[in-house]
Nanobody
Framework: QVQLVESGGGLVQPGGSLRLSCEAS????????MGWYRQAPGKERELVAR???????KFGDPVKGRFTISRDNAKNTVYLQMNSLKPEDTAVYYC?????????WGQGTQVTVSS
């Protein structure tokens, strides 16, 4: 089992920044990749960004050029740096991990972009 704990969400004004963290614990060896998804009210969950164990990254189109993802293997933590935030970035952000074909999700953290 892999446990994922997210932190860093909150309320921010348009144009502002936030950094989300996702710390993995448990059977963390052989985690293939970790990443972030988000779900806004009335919408489907969508990819925000993900990073493989080798450091390869992939981003959803709406966040390209504004968000970055990084990982600290020593801390078993993945970070999502969100810059130039827009009201449409408002959503619950979920951390996801894939390990040997099994998927794990965190409980989610709310991000609200509003003036």
């Amino acid at each position: 089992q892999v446990q994922l704990v997210e932190s860093g969400g909150g309320l921010v004004q348009p144009g502002g920044s936030l950094r989300l963290s996702c710390e993995a614990s448990g059977s963390i060896s052989s985690i293939n990749w970790m990443g972030w998804y988000r779900q806004a009210p009335g919408k489907e969950r969508e990819l925000v960004a993900r990073i493989t164990s080798g450091g390869s990254t992939k981003f959803g189109d709406p966040v390209k050029g504004r968000f970055t993802i990084s990982r600290d293997n020593a801390k078993n933590t993945v970070y999502l740096q969100m810059n130039s935030l827009k009201p449409e970035d408002t959503a619950v952000y979920y951390c996801r991990a894939i390990r040997n074909g099994d998927e794990y999700w965190g409980q989610g953290t709310q991000v609200t972009v509003s003036s």
